[in-house]
């Protein structure tokens, strides 16, 4: 059983930076693949990043891709969304979501077994 706790969401001014952590318990963090999705208003529940387990391997959804990086601190048994470039669609309910091991698409919500309970990302324009 993994438990996972967002946190750092807030409002942001459109074109600033803003990092996001998940926080897990447990002690076998480093066989969970780890991931981000985010929920809009009115919208289903999308991909956003995910970083595999032992290679650290990382995936983006094309909307993010070169804005938005995921990282994980095994040590501390955090996993990192750092988002830049802030765009007003960006705004969303952002979860952390787990799975132990690997998976096959990473971006299907039901790859993760695990999920915070979300934080607010609010991004101004």
């Known amino acids: 059983q993994v438990q996972l706790v967002e946190s750092g969401g807030g409002l942001v001014q459109a074109g600033g930076s803003h990092r996001l952590s998940c926080a897990a318990s447990?002690?076998?963090?480093?066989?969970?693949?780890m991931a981000w999705f985010r929920q809009a208003p009115g919208k289903e529940r999308e991909f956003v990043a995910a970083i595999s387990w032992g290679s650290g391997s990382t995936y983006y959804a094309g909307s993010v891709k070169g804005r938005f990086a995921i990282s994980r601190d095994n040590a501390k048994n955090t996993v990192y969304l750092q988002m830049n470039s802030l765009r007003p669609e960006d705004t969303a309910v952002y979860f952390c979501?787990?799975?132990?091991?690997?998976?096959?698409?990473?971006?299907?919500?039901?790859?993760?077994?695990?999920w915070g309970q979300g934080t607010q990302v609010t991004a101004s324009s």
């Open positions: 979501a787990a799975r132990l091991f690997g998976g096959t698409n990473l971006e299907l919500a039901t790859e993760y077994n695990y």
């Open positions: 447990g002690r076998t963090f480093s066989r969970y693949t």
